[in-house]
Nanobody
Framework: EVQLVESGGGLVQAGGSLKLSCTASEFLPDDYAITWFRQAPGKEREGVSCISMYTSRTLTADPLKGRFTISSDYYNTTYLHINSLEPEDAAVYYC?????????????????WGPGTQVTLFS
């Protein structure tokens, strides 16, 4: 089974940019979708952005469009680019894999999760 590990989190200044990485233990199959989720303290986990390894199509949560971009090398690493960081972006960011060719931001579709990477903001 594919194992996922996130990296790139840390302490960043509000207004800045960040690039998170999700590295898989092996080549990502064509029938996988990789999605980034996040969970802030006291809040439910929410889907951020998804990419399909099969179609290359992406899906980003409407409130986050324009600042969040997902990309992949289509080998074993998927990235989340975040621009104009806002205090509300502080959260633990997770990547997850689902066996589906179509993107979904529903966490119930995902069977493999990374341990998460913390993003903390300062002003």
């Amino acid at each position: 089974e594919v194992q996922l590990v996130e990296s790139g989190g840390g302490l960043v200044q509000a207004g800045g940019s960040l690039k998170l990485s999700c590295t898989a233990s092996e080549f990502l199959p064509d029938d996988y979708a990789i999605t980034w989720f996040r969970q802030a303290p006291g809040k439910e986990r929410e889907g951020v952005s998804c990419i399909s390894m099969y179609t290359s199509r992406t899906l980003t949560a409407d409130p986050l469009k324009g600042r969040f971009t997902i990309s992949s090398d289509y080998y074993n690493t998927t990235y989340l680019h975040i621009n104009s960081l806002e205090p509300e972006d502080a959260a633990v960011y997770y990547c997850a894999a689902a066996t589906t060719t179509r993107c979904t931001l529903s966490e119930f579709a995902y069977h493999r999760w990374g341990p998460g990477t913390q993003v903390t903001l300062f002003s």
